[in-house]
């Protein structure tokens, strides 16, 4: 056993040791049924205190900005991670918008850099690597599809074996990369919970290892490197803000966790406020928040990403929202759209609708005057605008080929 790391129940607090289990915390999993968010997700903890003395904190910031903190990761060896290069992806300073100066600063974090161009490759590394020192070869997920195109392309990357449920609506171009990864894919007749919920049965059924997301605690722990990238990019430092997009609350809980440890090593005194986007027709985390009578309200959203029924890390994202005073707001369809012609325009990044949501939140708070001066405000851009171009169909037109004559492109530009 790797006596480095341990469980502890997000809702009863049952501690584990790590290999007495890989999923939920099985006192609260037999309570859990389809209509609700699962109770019983892991939060994965390692002994501090031992951190702290054995590094000194030199030492640990140091490790910390060369990305490679094995000490805070359930894995043996960052060999295991295979040669893609996840994480590490650039932190941009912008300083103007539509032409003007922005009186505070906006970073970009720009995670649609990763190998599969989205931020799932940072959860998907850790379980792939997980499955390499335990010897496991065969891989399961469900998907709205970036999920499911991440661990697909892990694996192949890994010489392990994807399988990957997915609603049949998902976007063509995350298809084809599960496809083209060389993944089983398996459509389901569905949305994203019914996919997630067969990929379960299946994965118990014939024994696969399961990435799904929140229910494989790893996804947490991987998803918490880019906190430390932050931290690192911002010269040892914190933003005053973080933006994230929300679905099945995962990332944003990643990024709390990335900043917990941090806290737990004393390596900084306090948490950024992350503020929680959703898109207005998918907003089951914002809408539960302050009720304990959960409610669904089916989703609809151009924001595929981020369209989820029964967001699978909600309890933990509750809970961190609350303790740590984040904010959370919604931002409609029309204002992802507009963001996302905003974005691409002004920075060159363009990004898929979820990732543009956290963006559009951004703007919104800006709009509302909610910056301080100077201030330090991130925004988590998830995915890359190549993967849902029927997204984005509506803002653009491609004009009619022009014979190859000057005459033909003057007439173009000026009449
Ligand atoms: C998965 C995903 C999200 C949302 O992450 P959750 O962990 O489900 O909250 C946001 N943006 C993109 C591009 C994603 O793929």
Redesign the pocket.
């Known amino acids: 056993m790797n006596q480095k790391y341990y469980f502890k129940c997000t809702d009863c607090g049952k501690i584990y040791q790590n290999n007495e289990v890989s999923y939920l915390c099985s006192a609260c999993e037999t309570a859990n049924d389809d209509k609700h968010p699962p109770r019983g997700v892991l939060k994965t903890l390692y002994h501090y205190d031992e951190i702290r003395e054995k590094y000194g904190r030199n030492v640990l910031f140091k490790s910390l900005s060369d990305s490679a903190f094995i000490d805070l990761l359930p894995v043996q060896s960052i060999d295991s991670m295979g040669y893609l290069r996840v994480g590490q992806t650039p932190l941009y300073a912008i300083n103007k918008l539509d032409g003007d100066s922005l009186d505070f600063t906006l970073y970009l974090k720009d995670d649609a850099q990763n190998p599969t161009a989205?931020?799932?490759d940072r959860a998907s590394v850790l379980v792939s690597a997980f499955a390499k020192e335990n010897n496991i070869d065969t891989i399961a997920a469900a998907s709205?599809?970036?999920?499911g195109s991440s661990l697909a392309g892990i694996c192949a990357s890994q010489q392990q074996k994807a399988i990957i449920f997915v609603p049949a609506t998902a976007p063509l171009a995350k298809l084809t990369q599960i496809l083209m990864y060389g993944a089983v894919i398996i459509p389901v007749d569905g949305n994203y919970d019914a996919a997630f919920d067969l990929s379960i049965k299946a994965s118990k059924h014939f024994g696969w290892y399961n990435r799904n997301?929140a229910y494989n605690p790893l996804t947490i722990e991987g998803?918490k490197t880019v906190s430390f990238e932050l931290f690192a990019q911002l010269q040892q430092g914190i933003p005053d803000r973080i933006f994230v997009?929300?679905?099945?609350?995962?990332?944003?809980?990643?990024v709390y966790k990335g900043f917990e440890d941090l806290l737990q090593l004393g390596i900084i005194d306090k948490m950024p406020v992350i503020v929680a986007i959703q898109a207005e027709g998918s907003k089951n985390v914002i809408e539960n928040l302050s009720t304990d009578n959960w409610k669904t309200i089916p989703s609809t959203t151009i924001a595929d990403?981020?369209s989820?029924d029964i967001?699978r890390?909600f309890y933990m994202t509750k809970d961190y929202l609350l303790k740590y005073k984040g904010e959370w707001l919604t931002v409609t369809d029309d204002e992802i759209i507009d963001s996302s012609a905003i974005l691409s325009k002004n920075t060159g990044i363009f990004s898929?609708p979820?990732?543009c949501a956290a963006f559009a939140g951004m703007l919104k708070y800006k709009k509302l005057n909610k910056f301080e001066k100077l201030s330090k405000n991130v925004v988590l851009l998830?995915?890359s605008g190549l993967k849902d171009l029927k997204a984005v169909s509506s803002l653009i037109k491609i004009p009619a080929a022009i014979p190859a004559t000057i005459e033909a492109v003057i007439k173009l530009l000026y009449t």
């Open positions: 989205s931020f799932k709205t599809g970036n999920a997301t998803k997009p929300v679905g099945d609350g995962v990332i944003i809980s990643g990403s981020i989820v967001p890390n898929e979820a990732s998830t995915g």
